[in-house]
């Protein structure tokens, strides 16, 4: 089983960008999908989370308003749109995948069991 990050880089303030999380080997229509991160230095923390259908969508208060979450089952692959971006979102980036968790654990990383290799996002002039 296996996750890949993409889309990550160097943006400006304010600026905007879209991670994707590819599965290989295994569909994630059956898997809640988180996305999570983490700064030098400090712990890993939950971004947003998706639930298997897509329906329930789960938030940071960081980063509401500024990152969406979608899914799309025929690619197989769950996306992390990420706009109006702050010097403070620069992390690693890792998506992660739960076979069962739950309610009040969706953005604890505790709660899943497959993860991504992680991609670096840095948001700097």
């Known amino acids: 089983l296996q996750l890949v990050e993409s889309g990550g880089g160097l943006v400006q303030p304010g600026g905007s960008l879209r991670l994707s999380c590819a599965a290989s080997?295994?569909?994630?229509?059956?898997?809640?999908i988180g996305w999570f991160r983490q700064a030098p230095g400090k712990e890993r923390e939950g971004v947003s989370s998706?639930?298997?259908?897509?329906?329930?969508?789960n938030y940071a208060d960081s980063v509401k308003g500024r990152f969406t979450i979608s899914r799309d089952h025929a690619k197989n692959t769950v996306y992390l749109q990420m706009i109006n971006l702050k010097p403070e979102d620069t992390a690693v980036y890792y998506c992660a995948a739960s076979k069962s968790s739950a309610y009040g654990t969706y953005l604890s990383p505790a709660a899943y069991n497959y993860w991504g290799q992680g991609i670096q996002v840095t948001v700097s002039l």
């Open positions: 998706i639930s298997e259908s897509g329906s329930t969508t």
């Open positions: 080997g295994f569909t994630l229509d059956y898997y809640r």
